[in-house]
């Protein structure tokens, strides 16, 4: 799987690669099963065409299930604890199907209604995951699998606490999607809410191993309208994730000349 950069989520240098079977078994059906690409693409006609929100379309959910994957590849090969899948009985190449899973129907509520979507998304995405699992997996496997990737999908919200390092991942990943094409929709239809406008700000996210945490997030912003994605959006998202301490954020406004915010960091 590569991100919308080219660059290779799978980091075969990290001392815990993803192990093949599972995970290269379950993102081809996901990408190609004609109820949830349909759903993805129903979900963006409440965001974009009905509320002018950014894009929550199926681009998003790409970007969203790249990024979650390239901060699990980041923090495993720092050694943090993912104790979703394990404290579950499962074993350690069920994580990242968790990711993906959770990456991919996070957002399916909308397709209810942008306000509560995330409590929408549990019966919508049950339905889906009982089928998904079901066909592939031992009834107490599959269990497992929905209960978590459920808790996943419900704590992207930030009004509920992660009780998991996967739902922490899913919650920041969901955040780290703010460069210009995120809004490119509603942006090019008339919108310029704070959203549309804070995003065109955002010229691109970095995510590499850092020098004093597992993660380093670099963000590059052209003017200082950023600050609203990064100062609000996506430190909420930080907040209470369990994943405070191992990711460091640093956004630079590369156009300083409008005498505002140069530097952010979280």
Same mark, same amino acid.
């Given at each position: 799987m590569r991100s919308p950069d080219g660059?290779?989520?799978?980091?075969?240098?990290?001392?815990h690669p993803f192990p093949d079977t599972e995970l290269n078994n379950i993102l081809p059906i996901l990408t190609s099963d004609p109820e949830i690409t349909t759903y993805l693409n129903a979900q963006n006609v409440t965001a974009v065409d009905r509320m002018g929100y950014s894009d929550h379309g199926p681009k998003h959910i790409e970007i969203v299930r790249d990024r979650a994957l390239r901060l699990y590849s980041?923090?495993?090969?720092a050694d943090v604890d993912f104790n979703g899948a394990s404290q579950q009985g499962l074993d350690e190449r069920f994580e990242p199907v968790i990711l993906v899973l959770a990456a991919t129907l996070h957002d399916i509520g909308h397709v209810v209604h942008r306000e509560d979507h995330s409590y929408y998304s549990i019966p919508l995405a049950a339905d889906l995951l009982d089928r998904l699992l079901g066909d592939r997996y031992?009834?107490?496997?599959?269990?497992?699998?929905?209960?978590?990737?459920l808790h996943a999908i419900l704590c992207h919200h930030t009004e509920e606490t992660p009780?998991?390092? *996967?739902a922490g991942v899913i919650?920041?990943?969901? /955040?780290?999607?703010?460069?210009? /094409?995120?809004?490119?929709?509603?942006? *090019?239809?008339?919108g310029r809410g704070i959203n549309t406008l804070s995003s065109q700000a955002i010229e691109d996210v970095r995510l590499k191993a850092g020098d004093d945490t597992p993660v380093l997030v670099e963000i590059e912003?052209?003017? =200082? =309208? /950023?600050?609203?994605?990064?100062?609000?959006?996506?430190? =909420?998202?930080?907040?209470?994730?369990?994943?405070?301490?191992?990711?460091?954020?640093?956004?630079?406004?590369?156009? /300083?000349?409008?005498?505002?915010? *140069?530097?952010? *960091?979280?």
């Open positions: 660059v290779s989520a799978y980091d075969p240098d990290a001392d980041l923090l495993k090969r031992d009834t107490e496997t599959a269990v497992k699998l929905k209960s978590e990737v009780l998991t390092t *996967e919650r920041i990943a969901d /955040g780290l999607d703010m460069e210009r /094409g995120r809004s490119r929709i509603p942006y *090019e239809h008339g912003m052209n003017n =200082a =309208a /950023g600050v609203y994605q990064v100062d609000n959006l996506l430190k =909420a998202k930080l907040a209470n994730s369990r994943l405070e301490g191992q990711i460091r954020i640093i956004a630079v406004n590369t156009k /300083g000349d409008d005498g505002l915010v *140069e530097r952010i *960091e979280l």
